[in-house]
């Protein structure tokens, strides 16, 4: 098969690999890693299955179409409300996870925006802690502490 790219559709034409639509999630020289993001008819699957096919093999799949390309446009709204919620829900049990580092960041990014007249500080040491709060707030939040 020609050059395959991330996020490339692919369907199994033959092989050990169950029916579905693929995406390529990763690609190396020897090998691509493939995500079933729909079910042998086509509709879209949120499966997790993930499988490691090796170059030589690719030539028992067939390009396809992304499952996605055919949704409606009024599921565009609810998915993007229905992801907000999600993240908003993971960033917050993340930084609730780490409580003590959680409660400094917070502490300094409240104490920089809102200390000024509060706390005799310049203010640009206060926009200092605001933006070093801020970024511990969103390092901690996002997993990476």
Same mark, same amino acid.
């Given at each position: ?8 559709h692919?369907?199994?034409?033959t092989?050990d690999?169950?029916?579905?639509v693929?995406?390529?999630? *990763?690609?190396a020289?020897?090998s691509?890693?493939?995500?079933r993001?729909?079910? =042998?008819?086509?509709r ?38 229905k ?13 609730a996870a ?6 400094i ?9 809102f200390? *000024?007249g509060v706390?005799?500080?310049? =203010?640009t ?21």
């Open positions: 098969m020609a050059d395959i790219a991330v996020y490339d692919l369907r199994p034409t092989g690999v169950p029916p579905g693929y995406r390529v999630v *990763g690609t020289s020897a691509v890693t493939l995500l993001v729909a079910d =042998g008819d086509g879209r699957a949120h499966t997790g299955d993930i499988h490691t096919v090796s170059r030589r093999d690719l030539d028992g799949f067939e390009p396809t179409e992304n499952p996605d390309g055919g949704r409606p446009l009024d599921l565009a709204p609810r998915s993007l409300a992801n907000a919620y999600w993240s908003l829900r993971t960033f917050l049990t993340t930084l780490d409580p003590v580092p959680s409660a960041a917070l502490t300094l990014f409240v104490v920089g925006r200390g *000024g706390v005799p500080l310049p =203010g040491v206060l926009f200092g802690l605001y933006l070093a709060g801020l970024g511990a707030i969103i390092y901690i939040g996002t997993g990476h502490y």
